[in-house]
Each structure stands twice: as C-alpha cells, then as structure tokens.
C-alpha cells in the first residue's frame, strides 16, 4: 500500500478562513494546500541499479480472462524452487485499457490492490516457480483459507529447519500457517482463526515471522497491534515487546522482522519510517532513521542488511551497525521498477527476487557484467540440508 499524505493547514490559513466566513458567510473558504509527504533523501552512497531486469520472467498461467492479483510475498528456497503469494486472480478490464500486457497494473494507472470490478477470485493464491518463471506447483487445496479476504500477506522458511516447512502470514484471518514442505500438510497456525486481539493466543493483523538461532518464533504484530510476539519452538508464547508511539521500542506498523546471526532482531517499524534493533529478548539496541516506509528486511549470510524502502521504491544496504553502505532507486512501472516492493528473496547465483504488491508482478534480477561486487547481494542464509 502508499501511505496517503497528511494534510495539515497552518494556523495562520485557518484563522484566515475563519475570519473569511464571518464576513461573507455565503462564500465557500478555500480548500487548503495539501502539505508535501515528507521524503527522507537518499543519504550517503547512493547510486545506479548495479542489475538487470529478465524481461517477463514471471510466466502466466491463470486461465483466459484473468491475471494475477497483488503480489505481497515471495521467498527464495533454492534457484529453481521460488514461493510466491498472489491476492487472488483478476479479471482482465473490459475493454482492454492501452497498454494492458500480462498483469493488472500493466496499464497507467491500474492497481491490483483496487481493481476495477473490486472483485478476486481467490485461487492459486500459493504456487511455485523454477528459475525460469514456470509455473512448477499450486497450493489450490488451500485456497479456502484465503477465501473472502483480500488474501496473505508474507511467506517465509526458517533457514535452519531440515523440514524446510513453509510459514505463510494469513492476516486478515489473524493467523500464521505452518505447511509442510511439499504444501501437503497444514501442521499448525499461530493465533486464533478470524479473531483479532492482543494477548497470547490472538494477533492484530501479523504482517511477518523469523526465527532465533535456538528455534524461536518471532512473529512481526502488525497492523492493529503494535508488537513483536516471541514463541518457543513449538509455538508457545514466552514473551513479547513493543507499543504504540514512536519513541524507542515502540513501533507503528510492525511490517517486518528479522534475526542476524548474533540473534539480534531487526523490525522495520513501517509508518515511522525507521529500522529498530534489539536484543533477542526486546531490549532496544538501535534506531536507524531516515528511511521512507520500509517494507522488508532481509540478511544475508555476510551480514549485509537489506531492506526495502518505499516511497519511493529504493533498496538499501546497511551493515549491521547501521552505517549506509549503498543503495538505488527503483520506482516507477516500467521494467525493472516498482510500485511497492513488498518482500524480496535472493538466490545462491546471486539473482534477486521482488514481488510487487500494486502492480501485481514478480520480477528476476541478474548482476550486471563488471557490477561492483560491493554493491551487490551476496549469498543468502545457506538453507538447512532437507531430512
């Protein structure tokens, strides 16, 4: 999603139109300039996409008629093996708007968060690509858990589970499902089927799940809460940190979360626009400001943090001190661009992923020839060797 620009008149227009209307009661007072978003700059070592865009990856499969929907998440678990979430299947505008290609927001100003008919089919809301972009497996026989809601929200693999089981963020039904590896079996969710709240057995619209080195769960919630929730291995609730505000350790939006190999978490803190750090156990470690509604966070096996800013679409290198080492922009709707990047995923070629929430696309990047090695994502978390 964008975040709407808050609009707040000085005081001096708002006594100005006061006056106004108490001496000429029948002239309507004047509608106020809106104030600019504020857009933190880009900071230090920014600079050019050190990659290129694999023009139409993603291969199309739904049936005549429609497109995929939004795209809100994707991870990477090896080369050929690539999750991605769609909210649903939309039908394709009629009539056809110029421009329309193969995915909804293919033509200027379309949303696959809006579509025009608001309808979804909610089917093939799981499925699988190889390296190419083809179609290699659908999760259909869980579509229903996504049945009347505008679908999930993030997928995630514990790095060091052999069961490689795969965890999806269901947030408007106020879960998160465990699957086996192979999509065959739900083994369990988190939090309570389609009832919010803020205690140990509920969440508030979970946007996100990591995990400690011991096992841990730590689930990012969310929207209506303002908290990271830890769990034990199995799924018992030990602890949790965080409210509303935007002092330290605070959050509003607890969008993403995640763990370094010195178990210290990491929690994009979305709408105010920063990166905090702390402790495996809460203790705040670390603010990193100045960044502009950051949707994702992803560590790789160096340490490098990643994180995907948003407004605009930028992606930012930091090491784990916070210092800002690199980063590009990548707004827009053509090739290689987004309009909301919203969870990306990187593979042993050192090939990025990023699945595009507005747009309704995910997109493959390859290393351009003679690219900086320094500006580039290097190898991910290896994954646990599967049992």
């Given at each position: 999603m964008r975040r709407a620009t808050l609009c707040v008149p000085s005081v001096i227009a708002l006594l100005a139109n006061c006056i106004v209307w108490a001496q000429t009661p029948t002239t309507p007072s004047p509608t106020p300039t809106p104030a600019p978003q504020i857009v933190h700059p880009a900071g230090p070592n920014h600079g050019s996409d050190p990659y290129n865009v694999v023009p139409e990856w993603l291969q199309p499969?739904?049936?005549s008629g429609f497109v995929w929907g939004s795209h809100p998440g994707l991870f990477v678990e090896s080369p050929e093996r690539i999750f991605i979430l769609q909210r649903g299947e939309l039908h394709v505008p009629e009539p056809r708007p110029p421009g329309f290609t193969t995915f909804y927001g293919s033509a200027p100003g379309l949303s696959a968060l809006q579509p025009i008919d608001k309808k979804r089919a909610l089917r093939n809301v799981i499925f699988i690509v190889n390296g190419q972009g083809k179609l290699i497996e659908s999760w259909t026989q869980w579509d229903y858990l996504?049945?009347?809601t505008a679908g999930p929200h993030k997928i995630a693999i514990n790095p060091n589970d052999p069961e490689r089981r795969v965890w999806v963020v269901n947030d408007p039904r106020q879960q998160v499902h465990v699957f086996s590896n192979d999509g065959k079996q739900l083994l369990f969710s988190l939090g309570t089927w389609n009832e919010a709240g803020n205690d140990r057995n509920h969440f508030g619209r979970p946007q996100d799940v990591a995990w400690l080195s011991d096992g841990s769960i730590l689930v990012a919630d969310g929207i209506t809460n303002s908290r990271v929730v830890k769990f034990d291995s199995q799924g018992n609730y030990l602890m949790e940190w965080g409210s509303k505000g935007s002092g330290p350790g605070q959050f509003d939006v607890v969008h993403a979360v995640a763990v370094d190999k010195s178990d210290r978490v990491y929690v994009a803190d979305r709408s105010n626009d920063r990166i905090q750090v702390f402790t495996r156990d809460g203790k705040h470690v670390a603010t990193w400001p100045n960044l502009n509604f950051p949707n994702h966070i992803v560590i790789t096996a160096n340490q490098d943090v990643w994180v995907a800013d948003n407004q605009p679409v930028?992606?930012?290198?930091?090491?784990v001190n916070g210092n800002r080492l690199y980063s590009w922009d990548a707004d827009g709707r053509g090739p290689g661009q987004f309009e909301e990047?919203?969870?990306?995923?990187?593979?042993?070629?050192?090939?990025?992923?990023?699945?595009d929430n507005?747009?309704?696309r995910s997109q493959k990047f390859t290393p351009k020839a003679g690219a900086n090695p320094a500006h580039l994502m290097s190898k991910p978390a290896p994954m646990a060797t599967p049992r």
């Amino acid at each position: 999603m964008r975040r709407a620009t808050l609009c707040v008149p000085s005081v001096i227009a708002l006594l100005a139109n006061c006056i106004v209307w108490a001496q000429t009661p029948t002239t309507p007072s004047p509608t106020p300039t809106p104030a600019p978003q504020i857009v933190h700059p880009a900071g230090p070592n920014h600079g050019s996409d050190p990659y290129n865009v694999v023009p139409e990856w993603l291969q199309p499969f739904a049936e005549s008629g429609f497109v995929w929907g939004s795209h809100p998440g994707l991870f990477v678990e090896s080369p050929e093996r690539i999750f991605i979430l769609q909210r649903g299947e939309l039908h394709v505008p009629e009539p056809r708007p110029p421009g329309f290609t193969t995915f909804y927001g293919s033509a200027p100003g379309l949303s696959a968060l809006q579509p025009i008919d608001k309808k979804r089919a909610l089917r093939n809301v799981i499925f699988i690509v190889n390296g190419q972009g083809k179609l290699i497996e659908s999760w259909t026989q869980w579509d229903y858990l996504f049945a009347d809601t505008a679908g999930p929200h993030k997928i995630a693999i514990n790095p060091n589970d052999p069961e490689r089981r795969v965890w999806v963020v269901n947030d408007p039904r106020q879960q998160v499902h465990v699957f086996s590896n192979d999509g065959k079996q739900l083994l369990f969710s988190l939090g309570t089927w389609n009832e919010a709240g803020n205690d140990r057995n509920h969440f508030g619209r979970p946007q996100d799940v990591a995990w400690l080195s011991d096992g841990s769960i730590l689930v990012a919630d969310g929207i209506t809460n303002s908290r990271v929730v830890k769990f034990d291995s199995q799924g018992n609730y030990l602890m949790e940190w965080g409210s509303k505000g935007s002092g330290p350790g605070q959050f509003d939006v607890v969008h993403a979360v995640a763990v370094d190999k010195s178990d210290r978490v990491y929690v994009a803190d979305r709408s105010n626009d920063r990166i905090q750090v702390f402790t495996r156990d809460g203790k705040h470690v670390a603010t990193w400001p100045n960044l502009n509604f950051p949707n994702h966070i992803v560590i790789t096996a160096n340490q490098d943090v990643w994180v995907a800013d948003n407004q605009p679409v930028r992606l930012v290198k930091f090491d784990v001190n916070g210092n800002r080492l690199y980063s590009w922009d990548a707004d827009g709707r053509g090739p290689g661009q987004f309009e909301e990047l919203h969870e990306f995923g990187i593979d042993l070629h050192g090939n990025w992923y990023g699945a595009d929430n507005i747009l309704g696309r995910s997109q493959k990047f390859t290393p351009k020839a003679g690219a900086n090695p320094a500006h580039l994502m290097s190898k991910p978390a290896p994954m646990a060797t599967p049992r």
